[in-house]
């Protein structure tokens, strides 16, 4: 992987894929064919898809190779100080790969990870042109030397490597992550609570509200999170217009070191058992009401898998949670099955807030989570955009397991009057993620246009 970095940086890349699954995508490339050759098959004669990708840069190893001028200069001139470069350069980079024992498979980019070892090798790089001067211009005057050195050093180095990389790395026309943290927001109802699992649909979203004030009242809670006490904690008190989350869990009842995981036991329950009964036996400081372990120690269980939310339909009417039209559509309660083998803090502080939120407040999940996150509420969670809504809706068949739930009329609402697209149809450039997440935007898309045309509703869908 460090490699791989170090050569898309110095040598040139062959395009904007991560290659971290090996192969011919993603690998680094000199723009010396014969050379590359050798390793990437013959490079005559490629078809626009790898030579119009903007991602493909070729240094023809020229920033290679007057760093290593410089460091051999360097290392001549002075070893001390060189030697602090190198530990620099070695520390930061192959020595990490090392010590953290690298995987080779990341979800995404690391190279933030080894850019002190790229830092010092631009040093070298630096370092390179009075190597230039010394060795390569030795019959030139001084002077002439100096201005022949800059000059080649210039063009191999800044000149080239800005001519290459500077469209790729140009972000100033895509707006694709700011205006998707600005769509994951207005996609909630007012005073909503937001949960989110990842990076790329948190940090974004947590610039937008701190930053530009963009839906103060939504609560963001991250699932990742969720698992801390401190984060407990912090959900426990009002956030900008957000009030606290409806959490009853004591700080006793969730502090490290307690309850961080409460294992499945089966007791052979066949029904489904109310959420809040569950919540008492996983809160419980009742012996009888924990399991003995090997060492005579007892621990919370959850003694079932299947649980229970009953509802209470005004209360659902009043609170705008359903439409007064839909009523029909209430469903009596929600009973769905746990997936989990476990219950960790977070999961428990959930149940605490869907067994208490009383449906005073709209539930969001972000549709960027693994799936288990959902807890097994996917029959309860309709797609509005690019996020779920928990929805007490009498659960609807679907043809395959890898259906979804659409609402079609705020779904619509929000991709046709609501979200901005990041400026994708004049960007420069847009990066694998930015692509990725309009391949995702397509695909909503065309799952709201099934929903409308299965409905009859076939104005909306053209």
Known sequence: MYMRYFMWNFVGRQDNEDGQLGGRNGAWLSGVKPLDALRLGNQTNLPPSITENKAYNRFFFLPLIIGLIGAIWHFKRNQKDAGIIGLLFVFTGVAIVIYLNSVPIEPRERDYAYVGSFYA???????????????????????????????????????????????????????????????????????????????????????????????????????????????????????????????????????????????YQDYKIAQPVELKDILGVLLSDNDQDKATMSDGSKYNILPTKNLKLTVNPKQVLDTGTVPKEDAGRIANSMEWTYEGNYVSKGTLALFDLLTHNNWERPIYFTTAMPKDQYIGLDKYLYTEGLNKRLLPLKPERLETENDELINPKPMFHNLMSVYGYGNIKHANHLDRQSADDVTYVSNMFGGLLSTLINQGKTIEGT
């Not at 001067?133 to 080649?152: G, T």
């Not at 426990?236 to 961080?260: C, F, H, M, W």
């Open 121 to 263: 090798f631009a040093i070298w790089i630096g370092l390179g042109v009075l190597g230039l001067k010394d060795w390569v211009f030795q019959k030139l005057s001084p002077n002439k030397a100096s201005i022949f050195a800059s000059l080649i050093a210039l063009l191999s180095v800044p000149v080239l490597m800005a001519s290459q990389g500077w469209d790729d790395h140009d972000r100033s026309e895509s707006h694709v992550a700011h205006d998707m943290a600005l769509n994951y927001l207005k996609s909630c109802a007012p005073n909503a609570i937001l949960f989110t699992y990842g990076d790329n649909d948190t940090y974004p979203v947590w610039y937008a509200q701190e930053v530009e004030n963009i839906r103060p009242d939504v609560r963001v809670v991250n699932l990742s999170l969720f698992t801390a006490d401190w984060y407990i904690d912090g959900m426990k008190r009002k956030q900008n217009q957000s009030a606290p989350l409806p959490l009853t869990i004591k700080p006793e009842q969730y502090v490290a070191g307690t309850r961080d995981v409460m294992y």
